[in-house]
């Protein structure tokens, strides 16, 4: 009774140190911003980031965007 008493009591401090780890260089794609000047073949999006929620305009260009808009809308950068 005592051992089952004691790993009751632990179970609350060993999953409350468990934590989710966000990758703080992806965010989600909100929107394609059309206000934005870009060069011909890119497109300029909206990024919501995931640790932060700063939203930031990226260009990319066709295929980055499709990729984004085919993966739950999510866009990683190594700039953020």
């Known amino acids: 009774m005592k051992k089952l008493l004691i790993i009751l009591l632990c179970l609350p401090i060993i999953f409350s140190s468990c934590k989710k780890e966000e990758n703080c260089n992806c965010g989600e794609y909100i929107e394609q911003n059309n206000e934005t000047d870009t060069p011909s073949g890119m497109y300029a999006?909206?990024?919501?980031?995931d640790c932060t929620?700063?939203?930031?305009?990226?260009?990319?260009d066709i295929e980055i965007l499709n990729y984004?808009?085919?993966n739950d809308r999510?866009?990683?950068?190594?700039?953020w």
């Open 45 to 49: 999006i909206k990024v919501r980031n």
């Open 53 to 60: 929620n700063n939203i930031e305009t990226f260009i990319v």
């Open 68 to 70: 984004a808009e085919q």
């Open 74 to 79: 999510r866009y990683c950068s190594g700039i």
